[in-house]
């Protein structure tokens, strides 16, 4: 699977983005899919997962209530859209890929995409 995410950009506090990722190949239905982000000078952080259907979703306690996941297997998407923006969610945020459900860590990711810059300022 290849994952490409785009949709990052520069937004004012309390903004809002929607990130996408495309995937390549004809299994994306058999795979969760999860956002990562990675702000300069820390570590890699899980964002979101979604299920394989789409039907289930998990996110880290710092987005829950502004940020929602979703995909669309007949498009092989995966989007993140992300309201309510402060400026600590500044970061290079990833797609990846997981076999696993409620996969939240790196090594639990198969696929990642290259990665989408989202700068919020204050």
């Known amino acids: 699977v290849q994952l490409q995410a785009s949709g990052g950009g520069l937004v004012q506090a309390g903004g809002s983005l929607r990130l996408s990722c495309a995937a390549s190949?004809?299994?994306?239905?058999?795979?969760?899919m999860g956002w990562f982000r990675q702000a300069p000078g820390k570590e890699r952080e899980f964002v979101a997962g979604i299920s394989w259907s789409g039907g289930r979703t998990y996110y880290v306690d710092s987005v829950k209530g502004r940020f929602t996941i979703s995909r669309d297997n007949a498009k092989s998407t995966v989007h993140l859209q992300m309201n309510s923006l402060k400026p600590e969610d500044t970061a290079v945020y990833y797609c990846?890929?997981?076999?696993?459900?409620?996969?939240?860590?790196?090594?639990?990711?198969?696929?990642w995409g290259q990665g989408t810059q989202v700068t919020v300022s204050s």
């Open positions: 190949g004809r299994t994306f239905s058999s795979y969760v």
């Open positions: 990846a890929a997981s076999k696993l459900w409620e996969a939240r860590t790196g090594d639990e990711y198969d696929y």
